[in-house]
C-alpha cells in the first residue's frame, strides 16, 4: 500500500544538517512554552479562555484517554471541529500520543466524511455537538457506522448517545508517560484544496510542518507578543500552521478562533483581543474592505496575509486603503509549497506579485507541457520540491503518478512567470484554460482584472460550448452592492484598456448574486459548469 512517501536518505540528511528538521515531534514543540510560561493566554473563543499550561494538560488528558480507548500510536482518528478551543487540545492530544488527525472541514457532511473515513483508514472520529445550526451528531451517528470506526466523541454540548469528549479526558487524568513519537513519521493527513473531484489526502511529517510553522512565524515576525486571529476554519492550511493557530502555541502568543469569517464576528475580537496576524482569501479582504467603509474597524496593527486565489493589484490597494493594515501576498499549497511577498518589499511587488520562497532549499521549475524548462520570463507550469513539500499524496498511486514529474517535483497545475528580481506571479490554472477558436485564455487572469472594476464584487470565468469557437469565455459576476453590473460591451472596453488581447474578452456576462464556494473557500467551477450545462 502506497500510504506515505518519505523524501530520500539523502535529502532528508541534507535538510537535518541544514537545521530545516530539528527532530522534534509536533507535540512537544507545541507545548514548550506551556513548561516555561504556564500562564500566558494561548487561545480564546466564544465560551472560553485557556493558558499555555491548560492547553498542555488538557491535551495530555485526551492522548492518554485515547490511548486507553483503544487508540494506538499511528492510527489515524477523523476531527471535524469548528474552531473552538477544542480543535487545539484534541490535535495538540493527538500530536502527543502519536495519534495521526485527519482534518476534514466544519462544512463537509456525511458523503465527505465517509470518503475521508475509507481513505486515511481512520478509526475514530471527534466532532462538534451542534455549531451555527448544524447539528454535527447526525453526521457522528453515521461515522460510527463505517467500517473500522471504534471510537467516536463529541467534543462539547450535549452528546446524547455518544461519548462525550470529557469521559474521554477523565480516563486520562493519570500521569503515566506517553509513547515516543518519530519525528520523522506523518502528524497529520490534509485535505487537498482543489475545487474539483474528492480531495486527497496531504500527509505532513512533525519535522517538516515544525519547519512549516517556524519558517512562517519568522517570515511575519510573529512572536510571543502577536495574536493570530483564525477567520477561516482552523483545520485549512493557512490557519493551522502558517503561521496559524499552531503558530500561536509554538511561540507562547495567542490564537483568536473566531466562530465565522463575518466582520460582524471578526471586528469586534480584532478591537478586543488585540489581533496582530491574520490570514484571508481575496474575496473576504474585499468584503472587509466593503463594510469597514460603513463601520470602521482599527486595522492599524495588523498584517493580512492575503493567499488561497489571485489578489489582483487594484483589489490589495482597496483593501489596505480601506482597512489601514499592512498586507503580505502569499502563494501556498497544502502540498508545501509557499512563497510570500517580504515585510520590507515595496508596494508593487507586495500588490503585484506572489514573492519569493519561503525556504533557500526550495527548487522551483517553470515548465511546458513536455515537462520542458521554458525560457526566463516566460509563463509555464510551477513544479517544485523541497523540504516541506510532500513526495506523494496518502495512500493514492495513481494521482501520485500523474502529481508529480519522473524526478520527483510535485506539479502544482498553477501557471507563473517569474520576475528578472525572482518574486513569482501567478497567471492562471493549467487546467482553468479556455480554449477559444484555438487560442488559450487563462481564467484566473480574466478574473483578476474583473475584480478590479469598481462595480465588480467578484467575478469567475468558464468556458461554455460554442458551435463556431468549440469554447467560448463566460463571466460570472456578482455586482457590488445593489449595484448595476456593467454590460458586455462595458466590460470588454474596461478590459481592452487594460491592454488584454481581443481574444481574451468575454462572450457573455451573467451576473449572479453569489458565487458558489467549496468548504475551503475557493470558488467552485464544478457547480458553475454544471449551470452552464443546465442552460
Not at 88 to 94: A, C, F, K, R, S
Not at 317 to 335: P, S
Not at 400 to 415: A, E, H, Q
Amino acid at each position: 500500500m502506497d500510504e506515505f512517501t518519505p523524501w530520500s536518505d539523502e535529502d532528508a540528511a541534507r535538510y537535518r544538517a541544514a537545521g530545516i528538521w530539528r527532530g522534534v515531534p509536533l507535540g512537544d514543540a507545541l507545548t514548550e512554552v506551556a513548561l516555561a510560561r504556564p500562564d500566558r493566554t494561548a487561545a480564546v473563543d466564544r465560551r472560553r479562555r485557556v493558558t499555555h499550561g491548560e492547553v498542555r494538560a488538557e491535551a495530555d488528558e485526551i492522548a492518554r484517554g485515547l490511548l486507553a480507548r483503544g487508540v494506538n500510536p499511528g492510527d489515524r482518528v477523523m476531527v471535524q471541529l469548528p474552531n473552538v478551543v477544542e480543535f487545539l487540545t484534541v490535535t495538540v492530544g493527538m500530536f502527543r500520543a502519536g495519534i495521526v488527525p485527519v482534518f476534514a472541514l466544519p462544512g463537509h457532511r456525511e458523503s465527505e466524511v465517509r470518503h475521508l473515513i475509507e481513505a486515511s483508514g481512520a478509526v475514530g472520529y471527534v466532532t462538534a455537538g451542534r455549531f451555527q445550526g448544524f447539528d454535527y451528531r447526525t453526521v457522528a451517528r453515521h461515522a460510527a457506522t463505517l467500517p473500522g470506526v471504534r471510537t467516536v466523541i463529541v467534543a462539547d454540548g450535549d452528546s446524547g448517545d455518544l461519548t462525550p469528549l470529557d469521559r474521554v479526558r477523565a480516563q486520562g487524568a493519570g500521569t503515566e508517560p506517553l509513547p515516543a513519537v518519530d519525528p520523522s513519521g506523518v502528524a497529520f493527513l490534509l485535505l487537498s484544496g482543489g475545487s474539483t473531484g474528492r480531495p486527497k489526502l496531504i500527509p505532513r511529517t512533525h519535522d517538516d510542518y515544525l519547519f512549516n510553522i517556524d519558517a512562517c512565524a519568522r517570515a511575519l515576525e510573529f512572536d510571543e507578543d502577536s495574536v493570530y486571529l483564525a477567520a477561516n476554519p482552523a483545520a485549512h492550511n493557512a490557519a493551522l500552521g502558517c503561521p496559524g493557530v499552531l503558530g500561536a502555541l509554538r511561540v507562547g502568543g495567542k490564537a483568536v478562533l473566531a466562530a465565522s469569517p463575518s466582520p460582524d464576528e471578526v471586528f469586534p475580537l480584532v478591537e478586543k483581543e488585540g489581533v496582530t496576524h491574520t490570514t484571508v482569501v481575496p474575496a473576504l479582504a474585499a468584503l472587509w474592505s466593503k463594510v469597514a467603509a460603513k463601520r470602521p474597524v482599527d486595522m492599524t496593527g495588523v498584517l493580512l496575509q492575503v493567499g488561497s486565489s489571485k489578489f489582483d493589484e487594484q483589489a490589495a490597494g482597496r483593501a489596505q486603503a480601506a482597512l489601514g493594515c499592512r498586507i503580505t501576498n502569499w502563494f501556498g499549497i497544502g502540498e508545501g509549497l509557499l512563497t510570500y511577498t517580504r515585510l520590507d518589499d515595496p508596494e508593487e511587488v507586495v500588490h503585484g506579485t506572489e514573492g519569493r520562497p519561503l525556504s533557500g532549499l526550495d527548487e522551483l521549475r517553470l515548465v511546458d507541457e513536455e515537462l520542458r524548462v521554458v525560457p526566463p520570463g516566460e509563463v509555464g507550469e510551477l513544479v517544485t520540491r523541497g523540504p516541506y513539500t510532500i513526495n506523494g499524496y496518502w495512500n493514492a498511486p495513481e494521482a501520485n503518478r500523474t502529481s508529480f514529474t519522473p524526478d520527483g517535483f510535485f506539479r502544482t497545475g498553477d501557471l507563473a512567470r517569474l520576475t528578472p528580481e525572482g518574486n513569482l506571479v501567478i497567471v492562471g490554472r493549467a487546467k482553468d484554460v479556455i480554449n477559444r477558436g484555438g487560442e488559450k485564455v487563462s481564467a484566473d487572469e480574466i478574473e483578476g482584472h474583473l475584480r478590479g472594476h469598481e462595480a465588480i464584487d467578484d467575478a469567475a470565468v468558464v468556458a461554455r460550448p460554442d458551435a463556431d469557437l468549440g469554447e467560448a469565455t463566460l463571466a460570472f459576476v456578482v455586482p457590488v452592492g445593489a449595484g448595476r453590473t456593467p454590460s458586455l460591451v462595458e466590460i470588454k472596453r474596461y478590459l481592452a484598456g487594460k491592454g488584454l488581447a481581443t481574444f481574451k474578452l468575454p462572450d457573455e456576462v451573467r451576473e449572479v448574486p453569489v458565487l458558489p464556494r467549496t468548504p475551503v473557500g475557493k470558488i467552485d467551477k464544478v457547480a458553475l459548469r454544471a449551470t452552464v450545462e443546465a442552460g
